[in-house]
């Protein structure tokens, strides 16, 4: 299993520009989620999906946008970068079936907003 | 609501020595506690998971946990510090109250682990 992938692993972009973060697993896991590392303040969650055709905000979500119309996969897309959005970005997936809910995550993506 | 807190940001022990990383928690409803280990330039890996079976969690790598109800801690801890054990932990409580609902993971800040030889 390849478990949680995601691409590209780093990534410049300019002020303004777009682009999209993806996330896909193979573990048939219904719920996925996208964090947001950032020194200091740990990992805060952006947007999150229960399923397949359902997303719903999370504690950070401006400025970024989310869909799942696979259970595969849950890619993140910036409409309009901003320097305030570089930062090291992780998806997650976990378990219907876990009644823990244990979260696992991908190795990451680097994004530097010049 | 829940939140984590992480006494320390930066803790530095020597190879050998018992390491301590503190976690203290806030939740609404009977908590799932978690730590997980952060690897330079890696993903977060799981190291251990409170579920309410037993307040003491044993986990990999020689680390445990005990949860505290009376003191809302879950506090990390391992008898013997290795060089390898230096990287990035974090703490972090969900929501799910019990069954197989989404949990919203919520994380502490962070506690960086030097260890020294």
């Known amino acids: 299993n390849a478990g949680v992938t995601q691409t590209p692993k780093f990534q410049v972009l300019k002020t303004g520009q777009s682009m999209t973060l993806q996330c896909a697993q193979d573990?048939?896991?219904?719920?996925m989620s996208w964090y947001r590392q950032d020194p200091g303040m740990g990992l805060r969650l952006i947007h999150y999906?229960?399923?397949?055709?359902?997303?719903d905000q999370g504690e950070v979500p401006n400025g970024y946008n989310v869909s799942r119309s696979t259970t595969e996969d849950f890619p993140l897309r910036l409409l309009s970068a901003a320097p305030s959005q570089t930062s090291v970005y992780f998806c997650a997936s976990s378990s219907k079936a876990s009644a823990v809910g244990t979260q696992y995550f991908g190795p990451g993506t680097r994004l530097l907003v010049l | 609501a829940q939140s984590v807190t992480q006494l320390g940001s930066h803790v530095s022990v020597s190879e050998g020595a018992l390491v301590l990383l503190r976690c203290n928690y806030s939740s609404s409803v009977p908590p799932y506690l978690f730590w997980y280990v952060q690897y330079p330039n890696q993903g977060l890996q799981l190291l251990l998971k409170?579920?309410?079976?037993?307040?003491l969690v044993k986990g990999i790598n020689g680390f445990e946990a005990e949860f505290k109800k009376s003191e809302t801690s879950f506090h990390l801890t391992k008898p013997s510090a290795h060089m390898s054990d230096a990287a990035e932990y974090f703490c972090a409580v969900s929501s799910i109250a019990g069954g197989t609902s989404y949990g919203k993971l919520t994380f502490g800040q962070g506690t960086i682990l030097t260890v020294h030889p």
């Open positions: 999906s229960v399923g397949a055709g359902i997303t």
């Open positions: 409170y579920t309410s079976a037993a307040t």
């Open positions: 573990m048939n896991h219904e719920y």
